[in-house]
């Protein structure tokens, strides 16, 4: 299991924009195993599990420990690891793990590696480096992994608009 992988997931999942399947996709681009296969079936489920980690990681960057604890556990109990050791999916040796059956809906494998990585991630940063991102019109969720913690941006992109437009106000005034 690859834990960093499985957060990345999380972040992207809670970051997503849920309304139609394509935004799904968009979010499990770098896993296109599930990406392919997923519906809407899959993008219903999945709603629920945003909803879940946007809710951790809002804790999270509260600094609120009971929250935390409370929809970390909730999100665990219902998506559990039903891990399934696979040889690969060819014809080359590939050893790995899958979180839960991957002949079951992707929603399944989906949920329980955002679950499990959130909750690992909280495991291994704490709540202090998790943040949302300052620009007004985003919000997105982030883990700020810089040496001095002073992360303030989901991405260079918001970071950059949001400097751009002080910038040009200050030269407007």
Same mark, same amino acid.
């Given at each position: 299991?690859?834990?960093?992988?499985?957060?990345?997931?999380?972040?992207?999942?809670?970051?997503?924009?849920?309304?139609?399947?394509?935004?799904?996709?968009?979010?499990?681009?770098?896993?296109?195993?599930?990406?392919?296969?997923?519906?809407?079936?899959?993008?219903?489920?999945?709603?629920?599990?945003?909803? #879940?980690l946007r809710r951790v990681l809002a804790d999270a960057v509260g600094?609120?420990?009971? #929250?935390?604890?409370?929809?970390a556990n909730a999100l665990l109990a219902a998506?559990?690891?039903?891990?399934?050791?696979?040889?690969?999916?060819?014809?080359?040796?590939?050893?790995?793990?899958?979180?839960?059956?991957?002949?079951?809906?992707?929603?399944?494998?989906?949920?329980?590696?955002?679950?499990?990585?959130?909750?690992?991630?909280?495991?291994?940063? #704490?709540?202090?480096?998790?943040?949302?991102?300052?620009?007004?019109?985003? #919000?997105?969720?982030?883990?700020?992994?810089?040496?001095?913690?002073?992360?303030?941006?989901?991405?260079?992109?918001?970071?950059?608009?949001?400097?751009?437009?002080?910038?040009?106000?200050?030269?407007?005034?």
């Amino acid at each position: 299991m690859d834990n960093a992988a499985y957060l990345d997931v999380a972040l992207r999942l809670a970051n997503a924009d849920l309304t139609e399947v394509d935004g799904l996709r968009e979010a499990l681009y770098e896993e296109p195993w599930w990406a392919d296969r997923v519906d809407e079936n899959d993008l219903r489920a999945l709603r629920a599990v945003a909803d #879940g980690l946007r809710r951790v990681l809002a804790d999270a960057v509260g600094a609120d420990r009971e #929250g935390v604890t409370r929809d970390a556990n909730a999100l665990l109990a219902a998506h559990p690891l039903r891990p399934q050791l696979s040889s690969g999916h060819d014809e080359k040796e590939n050893w790995h793990v899958h979180v839960a059956d991957p002949g079951q809906p992707p929603a399944t494998e989906v949920a329980a590696a955002a679950a499990w990585g959130v909750a690992q991630g909280i495991v291994h940063y #704490g709540l202090e480096r998790w943040g949302r991102c300052a620009a007004e019109d985003c #919000g997105k969720f982030f883990l700020d992994t810089s040496t001095n913690r002073a992360k303030r941006f989901c991405s260079a992109r918001c970071a950059n608009r949001v400097h751009v437009a002080a910038f040009r106000s200050r030269r407007r005034d």
